[in-house]
């Protein structure tokens, strides 16, 4: 079975500062992994994805993230806080097979902030 | 391309009322839609998958005769929570899947941008 943890509930930095948000995850098959955005009462917004290939891989705003298999991490980073960038992510796990093919399982959720 | 809408945005009923929760997918054919709840400050919670043209499969815990869900169309997806109660207040979102054609992958998700319930 997946699992996704996300370390940290609430993440706070400030402008032009790095970003970092952890992601670890459980799998008992090569994963597919995702990190979405949410701003408040909208929808989800992705932001990257690793399927296969290349392990850093680069997302949109700025946003990139790196597959670890030997920590089993997808952490996600930003070299830069905008104020922008203030919204909620989420690390997710695709199931690859069996009866849950096409699942997704999200993490907990990390709040930022974003201080001027 | 890939857009996923959902109707209504936001919707206010009375409790014991049913209320319809539509989800489209504008320019791709979604054979599988995933149907979530996320309540204040929580993350996304499946409650179901479904296919197009057969029945929904629910997740463990959630109530498939409360929560019915109809894929009747490549595009379309409803969620009707029956009978509503206060507890059902919630912000639902659905997601929609392709086989894949052209740029839309077959692993991605597609989110909608939710639909924000209050039953009161």
New interface residues.
Partial sequence: AQSVTQLGSHVSVSEGALVLLRCNYSSSVPPYLFWYVQYPNQGLQLLLKYTTGATLVKGINGFEAEFKKSETSFHLTKPSAHMSDAAEYFCAVNHAGGTSYGKLTFGQGTILTVHP | GAV?S?HPSRVICKSGTSVKIECRSLDFQAT?M?WYRQFPK???M?MA?SNEGSKATYEQGVEKDKFLINHASLTLSTLTVTSAHPEDSS?Y?C?A?TRGVGTVKT???Y????T?LTVT
Avoid: A, H
């Avoid at chain 2, 989110?111 to 939710?114: A, E, L, M, N, T």
């Fill in positions: 996923v959902q599988t995933f929580q993350s996304l499946l998958t912000f979102i997601s899947r692993y991605e998700q989110f909608g941008p939710g924000r």
